[in-house]
T-cell receptor, first 114, second 114 residues
Framework: AQSVTQLGSHVSVSEGALVLLRCNYS??????LFWYVQYPNQGLQLLLK??????LVKGINGFEAEFKKSETSFHLTKPSAHMSDAAEYFC????????????FGAGTRLFVKA | EAGVAQSPRYKIIEKRQSVAFWCNPI?????LYWYQQILGQGPKLLIQ????????DSQLPKDRFSAERLKGVDSTLKIQPAKLEDSAVYLC????????????FGNGTRLTVT
């Protein structure tokens, strides 16, 4: 069965600092991995996805993530945080055994200090 | 393309009352999902439809929750009777028939049960 673990329910960084949000997954077959962002009172929006091919994927707003099969990880990074990055971030996994089912982690709330 | 539409945006009811939420997915998206997002948690899958058939409803509390997707387009999620612990945001999402396609979310319905 699929599962997702996000380490750290809250992360606080200063504006301009590196953002690192951690995600580990469990899947019995090659996974499809996603990061979504949720702003207050809104639905989730896709940041980036990994399906096959290049393990370093780039998304919107300067975010990127690297798929590391040996570590079963898909950590999200951004070199320089901006105040507008403050939001909740969710890692998600999907695979063929789940029949298109997408499982989400518990989320990490990112705070950006001026 | 038009996004996923959900209504109402907010609903307040008393426990033991009934409530219904409506979702219209993106045109052409065969797969539709209902998620429950309790404050501070990640979205939890309630039910997944492929066209008008149920693919997965293992997490749906069937004694009080029901969902349908007539004609394989829009969908309704109902709770009857509601409990206090049903207070949450109910998110509808849709996707194309491909594992590497992301979910597209509506803005959700925030339910408060008093």
């Amino acid at each position: 069965a699929q599962s997702v673990t996000q380490l750290g329910s809250h992360v606080s960084v200063s504006e301009g600092a590196l953002v690192l949000l951690r995600c580990n997954y469990s899947s019995s077959v090659p996974p499809y991995l996603f990061w979504y962002v949720q702003y207050p009172n809104q639905g989730l929006q896709l940041l980036l996805k990994y399906t096959t091919g290049a393990t370093l994927v780039k998304g919107i707003n300067g975010f990127e993530a690297e798929f590391k099969k040996s570590e079963t990880s898909f950590h999200l990074t951004k070199p320089s945080a901006h105040m507008s990055d403050a939001a909740e971030y969710f890692c998600a996994v999907s695979d063929e055994t789940g029949g298109f089912k997408t499982i989400f982690g518990a989320g990490t709330r990112l705070f950006v200090k001026a | 393309e038009a996004g996923v539409a959900q209504s109402p945006r907010y609903k307040i009811i008393e426990k033991r009352q009934s409530v219904a939420f409506w979702c219209n997915p993106i045109s052409g998206h065969a797969t539709l999902y209902w998620y429950q997002q309790i404050l501070g948690q990640g979205p939890k899958l309630l039910i997944q439809f492929q066209n008008n058939g149920v693919v997965d409803d293992s997490q749906l509390p069937k004694d009080r929750f029901s969902a349908e997707r007539l004609k394989g387009v829009d969908s309704t999620l109902k709770i009857q009777p509601a409990k206090l612990e049903d207070s949450a945001v109910y998110l509808c999402a849709s996707r194309r028939d491909s594992l590497n396609s992301p979910l597209h979310f509506g803005n959700g319905t925030r339910l408060t049960v008093t």
